[in-house]
């Protein structure tokens, strides 16, 4: 069963930077999509970004683009997420969640993205980040 952890979370003064990390193991196919959420208090849950485990295909929410960057480490199993510039509104636990098909990956991330968290079907526990102003 494919299992991921995320981590990297932590409290950041407002223009900081943090790393989130998202470890994934047992995919039985080497195509899937990783994507990112976040849920603030009180708030809906709200889809950040994503990337294609084949050909890197990425993905932004308008509202992280040009501060948040997506990455993937094949080798380690292991999706990062680099966000730069936070804001206190930015603070909420993300998750990291798993799409496994049937739509090939590169195309998920390109029609769905993280617009429909439903879609998703392996999610790992939060990890908080906190951006104090």
């Known amino acids: 069963e494919v299992q991921l952890q995320a981590s990297g979370g932590g409290l950041v003064q407002a223009g900081g930077s943090l790393r989130l990390s998202c470890a994934a193991s047992?995919?039985?196919?080497?195509?899937?999509?990783i994507g990112w959420f976040r849920q603030a208090p009180g708030k809906e849950r709200e889809g950040v970004s994503c990337i294609s485990s084949t050909d890197g295909s990425t993905y932004y929410a308008d509202s992280v683009k040009g501060r948040f960057t997506i990455s993937s480490d094949n080798a380690k199993n292991t999706v990062y997420l680099q966000m730069n510039s936070l804001k206190p509104e930015g603070t909420a636990v993300f998750y990291c969640a798993a799409y496994v098909g049937p739509i090939r990956s590169k195309v998920f991330v390109k029609t769905v993205g993280v617009s429909e968290s439903g879609e998703y079907d392996y999610w790992g526990q939060g990890t908080q980040v906190t951006v104090s102003s």
């Open positions: 047992g995919f039985t196919d080497d195509d899937y999509a």
